[in-house]
């Protein structure tokens, strides 16, 4: 019996989740790599973050999107899975809304962090 957790996220762009880990301060791996479970148990991932207790954490895509797999019970992060998951996911929206924007032509005029840790942007761009 899998001991391996999958939950879902809104998490569809690669990019833009490794530089949302690099930003929370996780190591990680770029995949395909497997990640390590219960009794040597493996899952590929795209992305592999590994623990010190030797079960990994990893991000897997689903077709639709990237999933976060882990081994709940040996989970030996400074944050809980959701504040996990929260912390990613707002760095992720970070990185998707500059990548977004500067396709579209704009760059960062101004940028915040608040007192509620939500991240204020102002955007601007130069038309002819």
């Given at each position: 019996m899998s001991h391996f957790s999958q939950i879902k996220t809104q998490?569809?762009?690669?990019?833009?989740?490794?530089a949302a880990l690099t930003d929370i301060g996780a190591e990680w791996q770029a995949g395909p790599q497997d990640v390590r479970g219960y009794?040597?148990?493996?899952?590929?991932a795209a992305v592999v973050?590994?623990?010190?207790?030797?079960?990994?954490?990893?991000?897997?895509w689903n077709g639709q999107e990237y999933e976060l797999i882990a081994d709940l019970q040996?989970?030996?992060?400074?944050?809980?899975?959701?504040?996990?998951l929260s912390r990613v996911t707002q760095r992720y929206a970070y990185?998707?809304?500059?990548?977004?924007?500067?396709?579209?032509?704009?760059?960062?005029?101004?940028?915040?962090?608040n007192k509620d840790g939500s991240i204020r942007l102002v955007l601007q761009r130069w038309s002819a």
């Open positions: 998490i569809r762009d690669l990019s833009s989740l490794q009794r040597g148990q493996t899952r590929t973050i590994e623990q010190d207790n030797g079960y990994d954490i990893g991000f897997t040996y989970w030996q992060q400074p944050l809980t899975v959701e504040g996990f990185h998707s809304v500059l990548e977004e924007t500067s396709r579209q032509g704009f760059q960062v005029a101004e940028q915040a962090q």
